[in-house]
């Protein structure tokens, strides 16, 4: 018999939702054996088994809440024990080190960027606000300046989706260039962030013409974290496939600033100010499984295909987030879009604009991919911002 099982584990609680897809009435009677380790189905004169990884445990006389779901198949909740050691992808500025000899490849195509840099510092740039909270600190002039953060010769300051060094540094190496800044159109919209890619140079792929960073009009370079991949320069490369590595980068960008700064709402816009998704992060503590099933739907899709073959999936367990999210493109949401520019508890997240255009391009595949009735939330609608429905999906580290 086909069958597919979705599980959904809260690492916090140890509790999990349990769908068995694919279970139609017209299969009935079918038999649902549930223990430990294992799943077992029956129906007619078909049997399947479904392995569970083994850092899972399910409480079967925990089971309640049972109900068929049309669309989806057979809900049920349990008690699981669940330990996941899974390593998380290597982030970008967890690679950069003091004192030690990297290599930066573009992410994209793999094309070395800049072998065998060497940084002599690399240190955490603070919040984006500090000069504001300075005033408040001192009782007489303030005795820093923001050209304190400029990074000097050798140094690499990082902050959570980009790093700067000094433009006196060799930028681009052989495997990149540095183009001249655009003309500015007088209707391109207004930037708050750091850099606007019409009146700064940009750094590009001589290879696949990716855009990787900026040099900005205050002599500062900024890369983006979404763009490379480091490694020490003894290391083999070992390339991750792109969807994943954005994927992680967010994942972990996220995760990273919901626990520095207790803000779970982020706007995603490119180096021109536009806004392209609104998230809102719901929880981190999520592990996933999907074990392999024909699911009838061509237009489904999932998140592993790339690193996990269909015969092993049900064996492997995923560290995940959860995120609400409203696609902004062709001034969609627009109104929502406004209001939450003007939210100080919203944090504004900046990436190129062709990445921008795949993390949505994979958030909508991954809200496709879940079972009907997880894709949408209607509870925000007492926030006033969120009358409308939002889109659910994970992004798997």
């Known amino acids: 018999m086909d069958g597919a099982v979705f599980l959904e584990i809260r690492e916090r609680t140890q509790s999990g939702l349990l769908i068995i897809r694919q ?41 309640r809440g049972l109900q068929y779901v049309p669309g989806d198949g057979l809900h049920m909740r349990l008690r699981v024990q669940a330990d996941c050691s899974k390593k998380l992808m ?20 793999g094309n070395s960027i800049i072998p065998g840099w060497t ?41 959570h989706n980009y790093f700067l060094v000094n433009s006196g540094e060799e930028l681009t190496g052989p495997g990149a260039e540095v183009l001249p800044p655009e003309s500015q159109d007088a209707g391109s919209p207004s930037s708050s962030c750091i850099s606007n890619s019409k009146t700064d140079s940009r750094i590009i792929c001589k290879r696949c013409k ?15 974290f979404t763009e490379l991949f480091v490694q020490p320069s003894e290391d083999v490369i070992n390339m991750i496939p792109r969807s994943d590595f954005i994927q ?25 100010g536009t806004v392209y998704i609104l998230v809102w992060l719901l929880n981190s503590d999520t592990l996933l499984m999907e074990s ?56 504004p ?23 009907p009735s997880l894709r949408r939330m209607d509870f925000f609608q007492v926030y006033c911002l969120t009358r409308s429905r939002k889109r659910i999906c994970r992004l798997h580290f």
């Open 90 to 109: 290597p982030s970008v500025h967890k690679s950069l080190k003091s004192k030690m000899s990297c290599t930066l490849y573009c992410q994209s195509c």
């Open 349 to 371: 997240l900046t990436f190129p604009s062709k990445t921008c255009l795949e993390l949505l391009l994979i958030l909508s595949q991954s809200n496709a991919s879940l079972p």
């Open 23 to 63: 279970l139609k009435p017209e299969s009935w009677p079918a038999d649902i054996t549930v223990l430990p380790s294992l799943l077992e189905l029956k129906s007619g004169g078909g049997s399947k088994s479904i392995p569970l990884p083994p850092e899972v445990r399910i409480v079967p006389s925990s089971c």
């Open 119 to 159: 940084f002599l510092r690399v240190l955490s740039l603070p919040d984006e606000n500090w000069s504001d909270l300075v005033e408040e600190w001192c009782c007489h002039a303030n005795p820093f300046h923001e050209s304190l953060l400029h990074p000097q010769n050798g140094d690499c300051f990082l902050a």
């Open 210 to 224: 990716t855009l990787l960073g900026e040099v900005m009009s205050s002599g500062v370079a900024k890369y983006y």
């Open 248 to 272: 992680s980068v967010v994942a972990q960008c996220l995760v990273e600033l919901s626990a520095a700064r207790s803000t779970f709402r982020f706007s995603i816009q490119a180096t021109d």
């Open 292 to 347: 392999a099933g024909n699911l009838e739907s061509s237009n489904v899709f999932t998140l592993l295909e790339s690193t996990t073959s269909s015969d092993s999936r049900s064996s492997e367990i995923w560290k995940a987030i959860k995120v609400l999210y409203h696609p902004c493109i062709k001034n969609r949401n627009k109104d929502l879009v406004d209001a939450w520019e003007n939210d100080f508890g919203v944090h």
